[in-house]
Structures are given as structure tokens and as C-alpha cells.
């Protein structure tokens, strides 16, 4: 007979301490790495592991798109080698119909961590779900999107953010990663953020199809008794946190802050309200949202002390240690590309450059980035989706720059995984220099390829 | 008559006119708001917007709706929050809400299907300025069999409001009817209606007053609200639904002889869940009554499930004229 | 031991998880199966019921003081007789019917859910589960998720405003299609048996008896039980006050939604219907106005409009197809 105590949770129903006994969940776990390894892994791979890892990762759902699959296969691989009765892989017939699994399995236990893995229009038919998963107050939901170029008319499957910023508003945190170091440590990170009852909001790393998808790299894992661990201790802490913002939490729902789940709760979710009511969850969304920020930073400080590797942060800085005249603002691997250049960059223009990498893309780091750019003469963005206007990106950073005359240049390249090659790196940090020296900039946008300039449109 | 030059007069300077109606979903309220736009579009200098609060209400629950006119064009789209005309379809709609509510500042026109006269709905709900009533319930039992009160609101309102010349609206309203493929003789008998009631509306000036004023309550904040619209249960309870059945009936159980073999077809049937009974675990639910003043939507299927009659249809008490609506 | 009272009766005098104050329509026939199934799930075990976009989830479900579920009066002492309720998004109450299966599962399995295992119920209307859910519900069933599918069918998609639905049988007025088409609906029986349902049953709950011993043999199923609820309408299909049930019934004897149940492997059965005599159709279409431009009752009696003699009789040679269709289904 279970012993269980019923706890009210004002406004949300009842909980059952007790009816459900992760420890017994925690106990069954079969530990994949038993110290920290070295190993050479694409990014795929390394987006998979920490669900391998994870005994709060249960179950794990996908269905197959180029260039994600990968991450689904490595971990039915893995479980069919070594399999466990705390460790699911499950086929579903859509994406639809994974991300409304998500919901169910995340709904049914709040303690356990479920993802998936897709891209694209893979991401796109899951819109409905994941939209309403974004206000959900799921945060132990995890949609990985390996970015890909939306749709068709043509088709591509090669990768460019299109897909995570046509979800901008979809209600998930999202973080670009590069490299796959950045892919493991950030999976590893995000559902201490999302599940922290300050947050309650569910996550989407992303980075690119192919060039990191299927890039390999070395990876340092870390054993599973510190991955979990790191979690674990992040959410107990965060049961005792003071909120940040305003709201129910704040006033009545500190004791036990994260709401009851289907089975081991009297509670019911996804109420149906008017517009009267309507508004009011929404801003409510927005500010746990707007949490994102100093929950993060507290995340990372632990990651760090723990780890000894840099934790998740909004923003990569390099080339900031003598207050560059130009930055480029920009996100994904070609950002290592650039970081690459830097030192020749520098030289043969004559300029002080910098680039900073975008980490946090939702909420977007306003006052990050504009501390970052506050001594800079001139800024290059470069937007690698396409957008009817100047740039998502673009967009983002002259809100962050509100009211400052610093010239912005906007630039389109890479765009369905186009090569965003040393030339064209060359040609944007010119001319970002050139309206560095002329006080403003040149055209409202241009795209780049192969050095030239192929297309733009100009001042008004 | 203050109330009526105030508006045709409020129209020609320019200024628009606020509707609101309350009543219940399926009572007839969106028949009379359409209707009277038809009849005041047919005035080609006016334009005139009618739209809904929208809500999922089918049948019984609250429903709002509005309807703005202007010289011109109407351009504003928020919500009517201040009516210069309040309409009350259902009175059990009233009961939930204050059908009023906004008014009170300035004289406002009142039309309510009721069987109260001015004076006594006037003392019902606090009006103050034009009261206009009309029995439509009774009226729609006469000419069309079904206790539907909307045609004859639509004619208290034509003559309450004094801003349609009522061959038009009645022109406007049979247009209406013909749209809706409502046959022939059944129309027919829809504008006898609209004629009888437009003669036996009854119309009051009455004086405001502090008692008669009923500001809006405004909003502050939304107040902490839950993660997701995640809620604990059993939060309906509290809800008399019983305002949803059809007015002028209720249910009854009567079993004076302990009838009742336990059959338990009517606990089966019942959609609200609200029979009451004595369990017996021999014979099954042993019922001796229905939760009917609270809950009871007049649904009939318990009528219909008794083998043994023990349930039936009467006439519910009418308001007693002039007390607070309670019966 | 045989039991005192029918299963029927003996349900009467359980805890109802499902309450008064809903702001579903008098005399609507989704109430009355919330009600079935809101005592029938009072068996001892924890209820998780997910439901679909439906007239069900927005008059039940609604903020701020609008959630109907929840057994007895007040939060219960034990996890068993709690009640978890989910609406996600419209056509996926399958997919989350059967998550919420699989985690209890996997709990379980490792000794971190020590109860019983909980009661699993999805709840979709036609569109949900035969229009735009007809996806996740055929591969819900094609997994064998230990779930019990209902799906309400009144031949409409209700919410919304009574449109079309693939459900409706020929000539019935709907908003998006004014007198109906000559469509016949769609075979749902023979799709849920030939995806593989466990159990497969069609009842409405106007026979109580039957009504209540087939959600139990559904949450007993051990694969994927499908229930279907066919579901006289009242707002949709316009009829007097009373006549819910009697409708569901008369359903039932004409043929056109003829009681039905099979488990997989066994033979199945035809209830409340006869193969060869059966009231006429005329009798069901002439009681509901959303045919009142083929046939109306005068005096009591249907009276067939002149000239439209064809489509009744369309609807009446459906009916006679259905019940040999579905005799046959049956044996399978």
C-alpha cells in the first residue's frame, strides 16, 4: 500500500508526497560513464549523451529528420546495448505527435526530465504543441532543434537558425551552441534552469544541421554521478530560492513552489479562458521568462565550480580585452570562423575588432549586449535565416542599442548552410570598418557570399 | 421624454450610441441584436457595428453582446463598458450578473423581457430613466408555442430607444427571418408577435438617484494567477447553473407512496449528477429528491428515464412583483 | 460471489468524479458519460483522464472557477481516488493518454509507483479522434497503448459550431454543408478493429446497463480499448428537452449506430438491434429539426416532405448496409 501524504497546493490542487518515489527511479539507474572521458563525438552525439546520463531522463521520444536523426539513433543504440528498466526509447509515428508525448510524460511526473530532438519542419509540425508547451509551465520539457532551413520551394537540409527563430515566440528558452563542448555542457545546464520554479518554462538548445550536427570534435563527459548531481542539488536549491518575480509564486506558492503532476497530484491542466483572463497568464509567462536571466547566471556560477569549464552565459565575448572599435554580432559555428580570423582581421584592416557570439537567443540579452557594445564605433550582424526585413538578429541588437547612433550594418550569409567562408568574413569586417569610419552605415542590409556583395537594399 | 431626445439627439451631433444586451446562450439575444442593426443599417447615414462577447456558452450560460451606431462611421472597437441602452434578454441572466452595471451616471434606457411592469423591475434592479418591459416569454408561448422572448424585446426596444421607425424594423426583422430559412408560416406568425408586443410594451420615466447609479467595478490587476492555468478541481461546484433551463418551468420529484424501486435509470440519465437518494445496497438508489433549485437545467431526461413517473415538469413560480427574484 | 446490484446500480453508489456547475448544454449526452465514467473510475485505482479539444473540455475545464472534475466534495486522503486531469492541444488526447500510460508503466517497473496501476482515459470528440486526430488515434491503437480511447460522436464538430463531420450519416444540416451531403460516414469500428483495438465498442449511454459493463470491460482491456459514445446533440441537432437518451437508443434500433462490442480474437456482438425488423429510420430523422427540410412529425407521425423520398431512403438503405457491415465486422 502506498504512504502517501496529501499536501494542498494553493491554487493547484493536491500532491501526493510520496505516492511517486524518484529515489527508487535514481536507484535503478544504470550509469553510462563512471568518470570524465575524452572522446570524439559529432554534435548529435554529444546533444544525446546527458539523456543517457540523466536517471531523471526516463523516457526519451523522437522521430527521424535530416540532420537530427543521429541523436535519436545514438540513443537507441545505447539503450539496446545496455538496457534498463529506468530508460525508455520511444517511437513516435510524427513530430506531433513526440511533442504532445513530451507533455504527457512531463505532465504525468514533473521530477523527470523528457526531450527530443528535431528540425525544421520537423520543429514546424510540432508548432501547435510546442506553443502551447511554451506556456506551460513544463520546464522539464526539452525540444533540441538542430537548425534547418525551413521547408521547401526548394528543400534543403542543410542547417540555418530559420527554424529556431520562426519559434521565437513559441514560449521555450532558446540557446544557439557551437562546437560540441557548448552542445553537452549547455543540455547539461538548461533543465536547471527550466524546471527552477522561478522559470517553469521549457528549453530548446539548438545548433546548426551539418555544420555542427555532423562536425566531430573531442568531448570531456562528465561522469553521470556529477551530471546528475549538478541537477539534482540545483533543484533542491532552487526549492528554498527566494523568487525574483512578482507573482503567485512570490506570495503564496514559495512553500512548494512547482506544481503537482497527473499522478501523483489532484490537479488539472490546460484550462480553457476568456479574454478576460487571457492577458494576465501571458504577462505572468513573460516575466517567468524575463527570470531567465538571473536564474542563469546562478547556473552557471555552480557549473563552473563544479566543472571547472565555462557555464552557460548569454553572451561569448572575444576580442574584448582592448575595447574593440567594430564587434560582429553573431551566432553559430561561423562565429569560430570568425574568432579564427580575428587576428588577421585586426591587421589588415587596421581596426580593433571583436566578436561576440549570441549563446541566449530567448530572452534575448538586451542589457548584455548592450553593455558589450557600449564603447564600440561601429557593429556588423550577421543574420544567417532569412527574414523580410534587416535580420531577426539585426532587430534584436538595435533594440539592445536603443537610442545610441552607433552605425549598424546588416549582413545575410550562410543562409541553408551556404559557406560563410574567410573571404566573406573579410568583406563584412570591412565594411562594418568602413561605417565605423564614416559615423554611419551604408546600406540597411546586404548579403555576402564568397566575399561579394550579392544583394542588398539601400538607405532611404 | 429626457431620454429620448438625448439620444436621436447625441446620434445627429456626431456622437455614438452604446447597446449592451445580457441573457442566456440559445434565449434569443443574438436575433435581437441583429435584427436591430438590420433596422438601424436600413438609415443609410448610419453605420452600425454588433458583435459579440465572445464566450463557449451554447445553451443556458451567460451570454453579452453589443452594438454601437454613429452618423457615419463607427469606428471604436472596445467593449460597450457605459450602454446608453442595457437590454436584459433572460432574467436569469440578471441573476448572475448586473445587467446595469456601468450605468447609472446619466439617464439610460432599460428594456427587459419581463413580466414585472417599469416600476416594479425598476425597484428589481435599481433603474433609474427609461424602463421599458415586455412579458416576451408569455407572448412567444402565445404565437409560436416555445416561451422565446426575443422578437418581443426587439419591438420594446424599437420603441424604448425611438430610433427606428417601426415599419422599418419590422421590414428589417422579416428580411431577418427569411435569411434564417425560416418558413413561411412560422414567420408570419413572428411578426404577429413583433406587432402585438410593440403595443403592449410598457414605458416608464424614472427618476435617478444615488440607489439607481451602478459603477463599473475596475480593474486593478489580474491578481496572481497560476503557472499554465493549472488548477485544483471541484472549482465549478459553487456555480447555480439552474439558471440555464428554459424560464417558466421547473422540475419536480414527487413520491409521496416510496414508490421509488431503486432502478437507478435517473441517476444514470441525469447530465448535472444532481439526483438525490439513500443507498441501498439491495435495491440500488433509493431518490427522494433533486439538488433542482441550484443545479437543475430543466433537461427533462429524468422525466423521461422514470419508469414510475416520479419526476415531472410544473410551472415554476413567477417572480413575486416587486421582491428581490428569489422564489 | 455474485454481486448484490448490476454493475449499473452498484456505480450510482460510487464517488463520482465529475460534479455539477458545468456549463455543458441541459439535457447534453457528454455529461451523462462524464458522469459513467467519473463513477466507474471510483475502482480503487489513481485516474488520469486527458482530455481532447471538445464541448466536454471547455465546459469543464475552464478558469477561473469552472473545473467540474474532482472526485467526491473535497481533495481526497489518498492518491487512489485523486483524479488527474489534462487538455493539451486538440487531436492529441490519444498521444497523452498513452505517455501518461507509459511513465505509471515505467514507474512501476522500477518501484517508484507502488499503487496499482492508475485508470488511463482519453476523451475525443469526432473531430479529435476521426477528422484531424485520426492520426494519433490509429497509432495509439497500432502500439496496443493500455489506454481506453472514448470518442463522442453526435455527427458534428460540435464547439466549434456544428460543422461537417466525416461521422455524420447522409442529409443532415450542418453550417459548413446546408442539408448535408450524400457522404456515408466514415467506417470508425472497422478502423479501430483493423488497427488492432484489444476491445472495440460502440454504446450509447441511454442503455445504461450495457453502458456501464462496456467501460468496464474497457478499463480492464489490456491492450488499447475504444469506446464510441454516440451522442444525441440537442444544440446541433435541435429536439425537445427529454429526448437525449431516447435518441441514443432509437440510434442504436435503426441501425445507424447499431450497440456493438468485440475483443480482438473473439467474436464479437450486435446489442439493441435486430438484423431484419427495425423501426425505420423516419422515426429518428423525424424527431431531430437538422432534417427538417426532408421529413418532419405531424401529429406524432413522420411525414416525409414531398420530393425528398430519395435521400430518406438513402439514409434507411445506410442503415440496412451498416448492420449486415457490421455483423460481419463482428465476426471477424
Redesign the interface.
Known sequence: MQSTARRLVPPYGATYDGSVDLGALRAAHRPRYLERTRKAVDGNTAAAIPFLQWWRAAILAGFPITPATKWLEHLAAEVAAGPSPGKRVKLLESEHAVADYLAGVASACRGLVVGTATSSVGLDHMTESIRSLGASGLGNVMVVDVCRATANYPLCIEGDPSDLLAHRDDGFIQVACRGVQQIYDTVLQLPAIGMDPRVLTPTMPSYYGIKDSHRSGVLVVEPDREVNDFLDDALRAAEGASPVVEDFLATEGAAHPTPPGLLDGDTALGSCATSDWFQGFKLAQKQRLAAVHQVMGEVADSFEARFGRPGLRPLELIGFADAPEIALVCMGPDAGTAIHLLGRIREELGVRAGVIAIRLVTPFPSAALAAALERVTAVGVINNAHHYGRGHLTLDVEDAMAGRPTPVEAFFCGLGGADVSTSTWLAIARTTAEAAARGRAGRRWRMVHEGLEIGGEDLR | MAAVSTLAERLARGEAIDVRGDGKA?GGLVLVMQSFAAALARESSLAVHEWPL????????NVRAFLRVARGQVEAACQVIEPDVALLMNEAAGDEIDFAEGTGERPAIYVLNTRATPEQAAARYRLGGRVATIAGDDLGLEHLGRPLGNIALLAALVRATELVDPARAREALAGNLAKRRIPGPLAAANLALFDAALARAALRDLPLSPATSHPRARFVS????????????????????SG???PGIKIEFADPGSRCN????C????????IQ?T?D?????IVHGA?FD??C?????C???CPLDLFREVAAVTRPEGATGET | MKKALPLFKELALRDDAFGEGHSLCPGCEEAVTFHALGRATDNGKKTVLVMGTSCGEVSTLAYPNGVAWGRGREEPNEVSKSVGVIHHVFESAPTVAEAIRDTADLLAGVGAWSGAPPNVLSWSGDGGALAIGLRSFLHTIYRRARVALFVNINELFANTGFQYSPTAIPFGDASTLPGGGAAEPIDHIGLALIAGAGFVAQVSPGFAPLFADIVDQALHCETTAVVFVPSPCIAGWKFEEGMTAELGRLASKTGLFPCFRKRAGEPGELLHVQADKRPPVTEYLARQRRFDHLIRLEDGRPVVRPGREPEVAAIQAYADRNVARLLRLAAL
Open positions: 440559445g465572445f464566450s463557449s456558452a451554447r445553451r443556458g450560460a489580474y491578481g496572481p494567477l497560476p503557472v499554465g492555468a493549472q488548477v485544483a478541481l471541484r472549482t465549478s461546484h459553487a456555480r447555480r447553473t440555464y433551463g428554459r431503486g432502478c437507478s435509470l441517476v444514470a440519465q441525469c447530465p448535472d449528477g444532481i437518494f443507498a445496497p439491495k435495491r440500488g438508489a439538488r441550484t443545479h437545467k430543466g433537461c427533462r431526461e422525466v423521461t428515464a
